[in-house]
């Protein structure tokens, strides 16, 4: 089942931060963030295994708590490099490692 | 640059047509999955290979196939195309749990 993602958009100003969330009903084994700008790839920023940690990349950061099947991933202090849509992909364990993906979050920072 | 490569770019078709995009992972990968993209649907995982062999299915239509080669190079085939076929396949590698996504393959059926 497709994770949820919240929210849908957000805008931001240059420097301000924000916080985007997945939630899935099915017990995961690790949650995957991408971010994807218009035409193009998505980008892996991180990945955040079950045991409930904390990983941080530069001023972007996430948590996953898989007790509630949940993770939410903090943008610092934005920049306008950080505009796109982002997505998390889920994994619920096994030998293969497919994701499901939520529906995306679309970020927007203005100068 | 993920190191991932997909061929072609863009890919512009007629309903009934069929078409072959082909995918290099990177170097050392051996798991390959093929992703559509369409506005609607999002981004969905179509299927799996590792080493030449299928791991899993998504939700593949029976008009796909894929296959991976010995070089590891995967292809993905979509036959009788439809106007809904029209979205952008991406491929993606891995070693361990992270992929990363090669630019994509935009087709268009008209």
């Known amino acids: 089942q497709q994770p949820v993602q919240s929210p849908q958009a957000v805008i931001l100003r240059e420097g301000e931060d924000a916080v985007i969330n997945c939630s899935s009903s099915?017990?995961?084994?690790?949650v995957h963030w991408y971010r994807q700008k218009h035409g193009e790839a998505p980008v892996f920023l991180m990945i955040l295994l079950k045991g409930g940690e904390q990983k941080g990349h530069e001023k972007i950061s996430a948590s996953f708590n898989e007790k509630k099947q949940q993770s939410s991933l903090y943008l610092t202090a934005s920049q306008l490099s950080y505009s796109g849509t982002y997505f998390c992909?889920?994994?619920?364990?096994?030998?293969?490692?497919?994701?499901?993906f939520g529906k995306g979050t679309l970020l927007t920072v203005n100068p | 640059d993920s190191g991932v490569t997909q061929t072609p770019k863009h890919l512009i078709t007629a309903t009934g047509q069929r078409v072959t995009l082909r995918c290099s992972p990177r170097?050392?990968?051996?798991?390959v999955y093929w992703y559509q993209q369409s506005l609607d649907q999002g981004l969905q995982f179509l299927i799996q290979?590792?080493?030449?062999?299928?791991?899993a299915k998504g939700n593949i239509l029976e008009r796909f196939s894929a296959q991976q080669f010995p070089d590891l190079h995967s292809e993905l085939n979509l036959s009788s195309l439809e106007l809904g076929d029209s979205a952008l396949y991406f491929c993606?590698?891995?070693?361990?749990?992270?992929?990363?996504f090669g630019p994509g393959t935009r087709l268009t059926v008209l």
């Open positions: 099915k017990a995961l084994y690790s």
């Open positions: 170097s050392g990968d051996l798991s």
């Open positions: 290979y590792y080493n030449g062999e299928e791991r």
């Open positions: 992909g889920t994994d619920s364990g096994g030998s293969n490692y497919k994701l499901t």
């Open positions: 993606a590698s891995s070693v361990a749990r992270e992929q990363f």
